[in-house]
């Protein structure tokens, strides 16, 4: 029975693999053509298409061409993975933070899979009610039945109410393929080919694509991937089961690659300034204690002299505020909707919901004193009497204690010592440098960008074995605050004057 679940499996998927993407590629095609773009990059070029996409991936953001068709979804449906294939950064002068900064990739239609030839479609296209409301059931079906099936197995009393419907939909796009219909529902199972569609169909390569360049969280999210398909699989696993659980052994065993960028130099350039007595007032008079941008481009501020956290984008508009209770110290982001913040003379983190602008919890956090915070894997972590604690927000509770010589108001360091703990394999470093540190911040790479008390910046490696200062026009003296972002790869840099310069990672 296991093999026949298997089976009903295997064909509903190549239906969508061999038929349904298919069509929705020349459903794509035939639309550009009557709109008169000679190909597919042409008309993903066009400013109408950038547009709608951008603001598919981007939240908060006004365009600076066609502001009146800008709008926010509450959900982001195009996902990282996509946006890149279809688009790179192509900065322009001035201050810009919209879809004018994109030019199109030369991708083939042939690139586009199902999910994102259906978001085309059902965005970009002009399609009638009909074939609309064909093409979201026929995206809904994949989701329902292929990618969200963790099992990878369609019983038979399910398989018998699906293909009616399957059928039915395909036939009023194309009233041509019911031949490949018959041929598809009576082909025997090809488990080869069956763990190919298997892997399309889950979009793991997005997945892969997506993973973040340190190694450590590229083991996590590929031992991630082979729990979930180890349950898939029946007697035989796959070739591809085979080599994802020999890739995850290799992971484990590679040694930490070689630092991406050399120490000190320009890594970053800058973009453009914000006066950031324009966006909190002009009583700021350097009551900014801490800031932190989120994976979605906002920034939230601490303000502990106004009792408030003020939100806004890298260009100082969609100004929004939360008062809270008492003096705010330190913030770090744990979802683009979600906060959890230090206090000045307070045993306790606070996490704020910053869209619904309200407090969701209070964790106490006894002895804790004045402390930074920063989140890691899905925990926070604060520093409390020489320890490091990391706590689990959700259940509330502190699930591990590790032993630094930081100071409560330090964090990582303490004097000129730069000391720090890295998680991936339970070890301290320590590197002198020449100044106090002050502020630091993770790069893409796992090395440091740090903060002297001098106001200079240093970069030191991730194996805090060697450091030099940094060079790059606008890091060189006079900083407060600097807090880096690798979903964005932007830089913040707060300077005495209060002005944030904002940096973008050179490509």
Not at 231 to 237: H, P
Not at 269 to 286: E, I, M, P, R, Y
Request: glycine content about 4%.
């Amino acid at each position: 029975m296991d093999r026949e679940d298997q089976r009903r499996y295997f064909i509903v998927g190549s239906v969508f693999m061999e038929i349904v993407t298919p069509l929705f590629r020349q459903k794509i095609e035939n639309d550009y053509m009557k709109q008169g773009f000679r190909s597919f990059h042409t008309f993903i070029s066009s400013q109408s298409v950038i547009h709608i996409l951008f603001h598919l991936r981007h939240r908060n953001t006004y365009c600076c061409k066609d502001q009146v068709h800008c709008y926010n979804n509450q959900a982001l449906p195009l996902n990282y993975s996509q946006w890149d294939l279809l688009y790179k950064v192509s900065p322009v002068p001035g201050s810009h933070n919209c879809h004018c900064q994109f030019l199109a990739n030369h991708v083939q239609l042939n690139d586009i899979d199902i999910t994102l030839g259906s978001l085309i479609l059902l965005n970009c296209c002009h399609l009638g009610p009909h074939d609309e409301n064909v093409v979201r059931k026929l995206r809904q079906y994949k989701n329902d039945y292929l990618s969200h099936n963790t099992k990878g197995r369609i019983s038979e009393t399910e398989y018998n109410t699906l293909w009616a419907d399957l059928e039915s939909f395909i036939l009023q796009l194309d009233p041509n393929k019911e031949d490949d219909l018959i041929r598809i529902e009576q082909r025997p199972l090809d488990q080869q080919l069956c763990d190919k569609y298997l892997t399309c169909l889950l979009d793991l390569h997005k997945k892969l694509d997506e993973m973040d360049n340190k190694l450590d969280h590229q083991t996590e999210l590929l031992q991630e991937i082979h729990d979930v398909l180890r349950n898939q699989t029946m007697r035989n696993k796959s070739i591809f089961l085979r080599a994802l659980s020999s890739l995850v052994k290799l992971f484990r065993s590679k040694p930490k690659q070689p630092d991406r960028f050399k120490l000190g130099e320009s890594i970053f350039t800058l973009h453009h300034q914000l006066d950031l007595k324009s966006v909190v007032g002009d009583d700021l008079n350097g009551d900014i204690s801490d800031l932190e941008m989120m994976d979605n481009g906002r920034i939230v501020l601490c303000l502990p002299n106004q009792r408030r956290l003020l939100i806004c984008n890298t260009y100082g508009s969609q100004v929004d505020s939360i008062k809270v209770r008492d003096n705010p110290y330190s913030v770090t982001a744990v979802n683009n909707s979600t906060v959890a913040v230090t206090m000045y003379y307070k045993y306790c983190i606070e996490m704020y919901d910053i869209n619904n602008k309200s407090k969701l919890k209070s964790l106490s956090v006894p002895r804790m004193g004045l402390t930074g915070i920063t989140t890691l894997n899905n925990k926070l972590v604060v520093c409390d009497n020489r320890k490091l604690l990391i706590i689990d927000h959700q259940k509330e509770e502190v699930v591990q204690s590790i032993k630094i010589d930081c100071s409560n108001d330090s964090f990582f360091y303490n004097n000129k010592d730069l000391d720090w703990y890295r998680y991936t394999d339970d070890s301290n470093h320590t590197i002198s440098l020449p100044s106090l540190p002050r502020k630091l911040t993770t790069l893409q790479d796992g090395s440091l960008y740090v903060l002297r008390n001098d106001k200079s910046v240093q970069h030191v490696s991730s194996d805090g074995k060697q450091y030099e200062t940094v060079t790059t026009d606008g890091l060189k003296t006079e900083l407060e605050i600097i807090q880096y972002n690798p979903k964005q790869k932007k830089l913040m840099a707060m300077k005495c004057n209060d002005t944030l310069e904002i940096f973008y990672e050179k490509e």
